[in-house]
Each structure stands twice: as C-alpha cells, then as structure tokens.
C-alpha cells in the first residue's frame, strides 16, 4: 500500500469520526469549499457560518494534498464545494464516504484540455471562469437556503448583491479590453478559462511545468513578438528572474498575479489591465 493511500485512509477514517463527534447537532455551522477565491465568495452571504477554504493562498492547488490538520476542520462541514477540476478532490471526496454532503457547482462549464499535461490535461484553473463564479455563487445559496430557510430573505438580498458585483466586475474589463484580440505571455497556463470568456490568446512557458529547451525558448520569444504580446505574467516568486529575462527579450513587462487571492475577480480587473496597458 503506498503512502498516498495510507494518507487517503487515515483522513477518511478522521472525517468519519469528525462527523459522528459533531452529530449532536453543534451552532456552529461550517461550510468547506476548495480555493480562497470561493471563500471570499460564500463569506458575502453571512449568516454566521464560517467557511474553510481547503487550500490556503499561499498553496500550491495542482499540487496541493489534504493534511490530517484540514481534514479535521473539514469533519464538522455541512457541506464541501469542490471546484470540480483540483487534482486533491477527487481523492478527498472518496475519502469522505458520505460523511459530508458534496454539492457540485460550475459543472456546466467546458473543461479546457491540454494545457496541463500532467493533470491528464484538463486546466484545473477553474474559478478563473466568470461562469464558474457565478455558478458557485447560486449554488452556494441553494444550499443555504435549504439548510437555513428562516434566512432565505437574507440570502436573497446578498446574492442580488454578489451577482451585482460580478457584473461591474464583467463591465470593467469588458470596458478595458474592448473586444480586442490581446495575446498574453504567462510562465504557467493559468488564466485559459480567464483567456477564453473575453477572446484572448494566452502564451506559455512552460505549460507542462517542463523547462523548453534553447530552440523552443527562441521560437515562443519570436511567437510573443508576433503576436505583439506587452505583458508576460508569473505566479511563483521562483519564476520572477525567469519571466523579466524572458519579458527583456520580447520587449515586455514582467507583472506578478495571484490567482489563489480571494478577491480574485478584483485581481482580474487588474490582470485585463495590465494586458490592455500599451
């Protein structure tokens, strides 16, 4: 049995202790959902209920496995919503054998392929949809409702609230990039649902987090250029030196992202941008 499994076992068995423990029917009401960006999301409604975010921004998620320490946080949830494109959630649903209601959200979005080979190629960069946003955010309030009916008014009038946001949001960089065709750089392929919802052409690095070798580096410089590409983005401190030497050979900027911010609509406005800026 290898170590992966040993781990899966040892959280499901926690989970399955953790949920009989709070079965007396405990006030404090949990809510478990994958990434900060949905987080900051389901905060919006209040109600009292604190919501845990598996993965914590400063994370990894494509390589992101549950710790004992989270999955006990997670044992008392009313509720888990996966983003449906992690790596960690299929394993972690498993592992939860029925003991926490699993509440599908966002499964009407097309799943980009082959831009993360090592994930089988599905992006797993999901909440960088507007839909999937939107869709989390309906889904989310369904399931309080359910769960809270006395507070269906309340919710209401909060999601009213966040689905106005999502709109100014869409507005802004609607406004910003104006139907124009812009091509980005960027070291990983993390903003393809972002790239798809407003027409845009992302370029990658190094899409299989592999290094490209002299030949591959030259011709994707010569491709950026050609597609007249001002900005090349990067996530990971590491990769900084990398992206200002690759940004000085196309003529570019070297901008920092964070898509694990839980105010990742706000980060968008910023990213449409810097992608516009001339």
Known sequence: MNRRNVGIMAVGALLMAGAAACGGGSEHAVMAVSVPAQKAIAERFGGGVEVLALVSGDVDPESFEISIRTAAQASGAKA??????LPFERNFVEALHGSVPVV????????IEGTHGEHGGVDPHVWTSAGFRRAFADGYFRELCRLYPDSV????????EIQNMFAMQDDSIRRVLGGREYAFGIMHPSLSYFARDWGLRQ???NPENKEPGAMAVRQLVDSMRAAGVKVIFYEDPGSEGQARLLADEVGARAVAIDLMSGDIGTELVRIANEIARP
């Not at 599908?104 to 799943?111: C, K, N, R, S, V």
């Open 80 to 85: 888990y919503f996966p983003t449906g494109a």
């Open 203 to 205: 370029i990658a690095f």
């Open 104 to 111: 599908a959200t966002g499964t009407d979005i097309e799943p």
């Open 153 to 160: 008014d309340n919710f209401s009038r909060r999601a009213s």
